[in-house]
């Protein structure tokens, strides 16, 4: 009985050493759990001050792009501005100063027109690269006259006609007025010179120009100023 009772007594211990073994091994097991999400924890706290250092960066570089394309597009305005500058020059339209038109600068050309009758049209064509100012009327001289053809003083346009390259100046010529009583002349040769802003004689080079054939003028006869159209200088 007594043997049976100490038996007893040792399985009781061993089971009471095993729960103890196994409820430590638990501890441990649980330990090791712990660690376990420690890890992660501390990885998640590493990661975050890298993603914000990244998401710095990427907002620093998001920055940075606008700044360099409003560079560039400030130069390319300004590029375009100096082109239009160079454009506006090319044509002569008011980055370039004008000068006065002259022989060697314009192409002068004289035609017969069936209306009025007894008239010829003068023509002046800005051959330059700049506008041109035609000032005042041309002076006129037939073949070897002594005298310049009077100026019909009536046709005294608004404003002075300014040349673009290309454009043209009109004056009509009147070749004589009443043929009663007055001696005609036959002409060959038309010199055309220009006039300067002050009207005091001619300026610069004159333009030599042939007559058309049967050409007759008197001395009552007339050239109007330069006109900026054509049917303003036929109307006198």
């Excluded at 907002?59 to 792009?65: F, K, M, R, V, Y």
Aim: hydrophobic content about 30%.
């Amino acid at each position: 009985m007594r043997n049976h009772i100490r038996t007893t007594a040792l399985a009781a211990t061993a089971l009471l050493a095993a729960l103890s073994l196994t409820a430590c091994g638990g501890n441990e097991n649980g330990n090791d759990g712990k660690s376990g999400a420690a890890a992660p924890a501390a990885s998640t706290t590493a990661t975050t001050p890298d993603t914000g250092k990244d998401a710095k960066e990427t907002n620093s570089g998001t920055a940075q792009a606008p700044a360099e394309n409003t560079s560039t597009t400030s130069k390319g305005s300004t590029g375009g501005s100096s082109s239009g500058k160079s454009s506006a020059g090319s044509t002569g339209s008011g980055s370039k100063t004008p000068v006065t038109c002259t022989g060697s600068n314009t192409k002068v050309t004289v035609s017969k027109v069936s209306r009025p009758i007894n008239h010829l049209l003068l023509t002046a064509t800005n051959t330059g690269s700049v506008p041109c100012y035609a000032y005042h009327a041309p002076a006129l001289r037939f073949d070897d006259a002594q005298a310049a053809f009077p100026v019909l003083r009536d046709s005294i346009p608004q404003a002075v006609v300014t040349l673009a390259p290309g454009q043209s100046a009109y004056a009509s010529i009147g070749l004589f007025g009443e043929p009663d009583g007055q001696e005609l002349h036959k002409g060959t040769h038309l010199t055309v010179y220009f006039t300067g802003k002050a009207n005091q004689g001619s300026t610069g080079a004159p333009a030599e120009l042939t007559l058309p054939a049967g050409t007759s003028w008197g001395d009552n006869g007339f050239v109007t100023y330069w006109q900026s159209e054509m049917d303003d200088a036929l109307m006198y």
